[in-house]
């Protein structure tokens, strides 16, 4: 398999799937396994410094197909979480992501007000959208596992996403699809069709029995567990994605194993079970 095989042409790996390695080892990791892209988390890039990750990008050849992430939108501190978002929009533009990852924030502790939480999602949605639109940057909503509602995410259907989205100019708004959330949705294949362009990234890895104790870390290597990563692939082309598919996955024991190992093996499965 050479550097050029065309079957990788859109193939991304996540920096959380080998969350050990600096920008400048994933980079390098996912070069030489003929990787063209990578998806960056703000806390490695940080510590890289953002200049010095995205020169190790682009020395190693490759494209930044997300940056992660921004969000956590229904605390109390409106005005600290916008000034976040608006610094996390500035990382995005200078390593060169297309677009920034959103996990939009759970319930504040003690509340159970769903509707609002919302609400202040959509509100601080609208405030940043210009700020995007002037960073080149394009708002990627995830919706998450209802599991994940009260923490981590209030959108837990690509449904609910794409109403938000949609609210917003397309260049400033999208959707994530992240296979692991979304395989579950009886709706999902008709909220793909319907998302069409609002499509910002497409995510793989598997869902995997039995969960873990912290559920977080219970994705799998595509071909492992129960969802259907293919066919989720095949729609968000259907639907005129043509962009990067990005594999991202949260599991110790991937993150433990040696990071050159763990590229080879989720190419090898991008070969069998995505394309």
């Given at each position: 398999m050479s550097a050029a095989d065309p079957r990788l042409a859109r193939l991304s790996?996540?920096?959380a799937t080998v969350k050990r390695l600096s920008v400048a080892q994933a980079a390098d990791a996912c070069a030489r396994a003929g990787v063209p892209a990578i998806g960056l988390w703000r806390e490695p890039v940080a510590d890289a410094g953002t200049a010095a990750a995205a020169k190790a990008v682009r020395d190693a050849g490759l494209r930044v197909s997300s940056y992660c992430r921004g969000g956590f939108l229904t605390g109390p501190d409106r005005t600290a979480a916008l000034d976040d978002n608006r610094?996390?929009?500035d990382e995005a533009a200078e390593v060169g992501s297309p677009c920034l990852v959103m996990v939009v924030g759970g319930l504040p502790e003690g509340d159970r007000d769903l509707v609002g939480a919302r609400a202040r999602v959509t509100d601080a949605l609208a405030e940043l959208a210009p700020y995007a639109l002037e960073?080149?940057?394009r708002l990627a909503l995830e919706p998450l596992h209802p599991m994940f509602c009260a923490d981590r995410s209030v959108l837990s259907t690509l449904g609910q996403a794409l109403d938000m989205?949609?609210?917003l100019p397309e260049a400033a708004a999208g959707v994530v699809v992240d296979a692991?959330?979304?395989w579950w949705d009886p709706e999902v294949y008709g909220q793909i069709a319907r998302a069409?362009?609002?499509i910002a990234s497409y995510q793989a890895c598997d869902w995997v029995l039995p969960l873990p104790a912290d559920a977080l870390l219970g994705r799998g290597m595509v071909g492992d567990g129960h969802a259907d990563v293919r066919g989720l692939r095949?729609?968000?082309d259907r639907a005129g994605y043509d962009g990067d598919i990005e594999v991202e996955i949260f599991n110790e024991r991937v993150w433990q194993a040696d990071g050159d190992e763990?590229?080879?093996e989720v190419v090898r499965r991008h070969l069998a079970h995505v394309v």
């Open positions: 790996i996540n920096q610094r996390a929009l960073r080149g940057v989205a949609e609210a692991y959330h979304v069409g362009a609002r095949l729609a968000v763990v590229v080879a």
